[in-house]
């Protein structure tokens, strides 16, 4: 025990010395010293405590103790420490000290003081709650203790007061960056305790990096080519004049670093080959350092049979060969060298609808391997070109207000060829102005009268190639069938999931085709407003990237516009990218403005049949629950229409002139498909799941 204490005194006056805003000091408890800072002493101290008797130490985050002669087991809140007891894993790096760090503090038989928040049980039925104890007469709260010590993660997926969840990834900022605890070495969180991790010595070249086994310990430079974003948050790739490797943090936001395409970056982390493809894993965001600006490196031209070359993976290259076979979301393309795969990553914007068998595509990405596939991996819209001798053309017309008319057109157009009666024009009615939207997908037309019905003329209008419409004619009236758009821009695809309406949602788009619905696919970030007003029901089936602060703007103003917004989250902890983000997570940052958060818990109830009458449930008897989260609604516009356990599971309201509703789990609508062959669940023919989806879409249309 000296030795510790002499080791916590050492780093204490490290810690002293470095500039920061709270004031750390040093406490002891049953002889043990750790560190805390003198601010929380006020901030943090418990509120209406329960008083409990220590039993004993399960691991780092888990305790038991005697509450009101009860023994409990008791779950710490907002904390995740490494396993130690977990009956499908190994004992976890740092896991051992974590748990004698716990067990040390907490004594059998001596007392600790504990607070909860608005969700008192899990699922495994163990007490979740703050754990206090007294430390030279002051008050502690162990779960905060352990983060900022480094012997555990601040655990954000299951939601709790919005005040100590701040406190504690500022406690996990801290730690990590000043290599406290399990942050020594975070290159080995998460990994089995008795693996053994390698190191080189100094920085060496990619291609040397690609060579070693997995988990070395590797420090490497590099330009960014990918940067963070198009193939999520917590990835990048680099390039040195060796090689390229995928950069991958697990539940890191590499976004914040601003990192941007050409910055020099150096790379301290562990190489790993994940589904074939090689890659550097790293933990925190203080294993990535922004070295300097450099010239992206050019992109290396091969054939379309070096696709499938697995020496060039890693690499930004650019191919040309015709289209000859397409299945979103990839299609194949050969030069006569041999048909190789471009792959449509989520994210990317990247819209296939307008490539077709016979033309000729030049595609720049990274090459990349999933499985036993080689992969080009376009990074966003312009890395695609394809030729192109179709002019644009009006794929429908929607009359919106009294004398507006919005032109939804098959391609974008330039907006300067977009002319108010001369390129566009209103048969027998004048034009007051022509705008075109932020992708150059929709003009709005504004007539000096009103419209109900006519025809629309195109000519002149050229599209981003140049190509122009000599003359199109468009009849229209103001009827028209209901339009639902689905998102598939924000990790639908990621992990085992595929949430789209050509994968595992593809039931649910058909029953509403069925119904005379028009349905689309959303492939790009929500930016373009007029664009979206196109459609009268958005669904955002289980995201597992994050919404843009523009796109959370966006669709809040479609839906007080009136607009109908169906969101369909899942359970706490979801993660299916590693990207610190799930979706309860990512709902939870804008839908309070709708009156109603995730709970982030994870539930089965299989079925629940706590229906409460209302529009979303006529003829629906019991719903599948499978690992989802329920609901706390925060304001009176919200109502419940399914309960799980006694908690709402599915609500329901109004936000402005709109509607919106929101589900806790994904499974329900999932029928069991998949393109690429995950195993998905298909709960959309049990009980009255579908019932509930189309009557879900009803309602928000109005009916």
Do not use: C
């Amino acid at each position: 025990m000296k030795q510790r204490s002499i080791f916590v005194a050492i780093v204490f006056l490290l810690l002293v010395s470095t500039v920061f805003p709270l004031t750390p000091v040093m406490l002891e408890h049953n002889d043990v010293q750790f560190l805390y800072f003198q601010e929380w002493f006020e901030q943090l101290t418990p509120e209406i405590p329960s008083t409990a008797t220590v039993l004993k130490s399960i691991d780092g985050d888990t305790i038991m103790v005697k509450l009101a002669n009860v023994p409990e087991t008791v779950r710490l809140i907002g904390v995740d420490t490494p396993e130690t007891v977990h009956p499908e894993k190994p004992v976890e790096y740092f896991g051992k000290e974590a748990s004698d760090f716990t067990s040390s503090l907490l004594k059998p038989g001596g007392f600790v003081w504990l607070t909860y928040d608005f969700e008192h049980r899990d699922k495994y039925g163990r007490l979740l709650a703050y754990v206090w104890f007294k430390a030279e007469n002051r008050w502690v709260l162990l779960n905060l203790a352990l983060i900022l010590n480094g012997y555990g993660r601040a655990y954000t997926y299951f939601p709790f007061r919005d005040d100590y969840m701040q406190v504690f990834t500022s406690a996990e900022d801290y730690a990590s960056s000043h290599a406290l605890g399990m942050w020594k070495y975070p290159e080995r969180i998460g990994l089995p305790a008795s693996m053994k991790f390698p190191r080189t010595s100094d920085t060496i070249t990619i291609a040397q990096a690609r060579s070693l086994p997995d988990f070395t310990r590797v420090k490497i430079q590099g330009v960014v080519t990918v940067p963070p974003g198009p193939f999520g948050v917590n990835m990048l790739y680099i390039q040195d004049e060796t090689a390229g490797v995928a950069v991958y943090a697990r539940g890191v936001d590499l976004s914040k670093l601003d990192i941007q395409l050409g910055d020099l970056v150096e790379i301290d982390g562990s190489m790993y080959t994940h589904r074939k493809n090689r890659e550097i894993t790293i933990n925190t965001s203080n294993q990535v350092k922004k070295l300097s600006e450099a010239d992206v490196p050019q992109a290396l031209k091969i054939f379309t049979g070096e696709i499938n070359e697995e020496n060039l993976e890693g690499l930004l290259v650019w191919v040309s060969g015709k289209i000859v076979e397409i299945d979103p979301p990839k299609y194949y393309i050969d030069d006569g060298s041999g048909k190789g795969m471009v792959y449509i990553r989520e994210n990317t914007g990247i819209d296939l609808s307008g490539a077709k068998v016979g033309l000729i595509a030049t595609v720049t990405g990274v090459l990349g391997q999933y499985e036993w596939q080689h992969e080009l991996w376009p990074r966003w819209p312009t890395d695609v070109e394809t030729t192109d001798i179709e002019p644009p053309r009006i794929l429908w017309v929607n009359v919106s207000g009294t004398n507006t008319v919005d032109l939804y057109l098959n391609e974008s157009v330039m907006a300067t060829s977009v002319q108010p009666n001369r390129t566009v024009v209103l048969k027998s009615i004048k034009l007051r102005s022509a705008e075109v939207s932020p992708t150059g997908r929709v003009v709005r037309l504004v007539a000096f009268e009103s419209v109900d019905a006519g025809t629309v003329f195109l000519r002149g209008v050229r599209d981003l190639r140049g190509n122009m419409t000599l003359m199109l004619k468009f009849d229209f009236t103001r009827q028209r069938a209901p339009r639902v758009l689905f998102d598939d821009a924000h990790g639908q695809r990621a992990g085992n999931a595929d949430w789209t309406i050509d994968g595992g949602y593809s039931d649910f788009a058909d029953a509403l085709k069925e119904r005379g619905y028009t349905v689309d696919r959303n492939v790009s970030p929500f930016v373009d407003p007029l664009l979206l007003s196109q459609y009268d029901v958005v669904v955002v089936p289980e995201p597992n990237e994050p919404f843009r602060q523009e796109e959370i703007e966006n669709l809040l103003a479609f839906v007080k516009s009136g607009g109908g917004l169906f969101l369909i989250a899942d359970h706490g902890g979801a993660d299916r990218n590693g990207n610190g983000w799930d979706a309860v997570k990512i709902f939870n940052t804008f839908v309070e403005s709708l009156g109603f958060r995730f709970d982030g818990n994870d539930l089965v109830v299989a079925p629940t049949r706590e229906i409460v009458p209302s529009p979303l449930t006529e003829s629906v008897e019991a719903v599948g629950v499978w690992n989802g989260s329920t609901i706390t609604p925060v304001a009176t516009n919200v109502s419940i229409a399914v309960k799980a356990l006694g908690r709402p599971y599915v609500v329901y309201g109004t936000y402005g002139s709109g509607r919106f509703a929101a589900i806790g789990d994904s499974s329900p609508f999932d029928d069991g498909t998949s393109p690429t062959g995950k195993p998905l669940h298909n709960g959309w023919i049990m009980y009255d799941d579908a019932e509930l989806a189309l009557r879900t879409v009803k309602w928000l249309l109005g009916d």
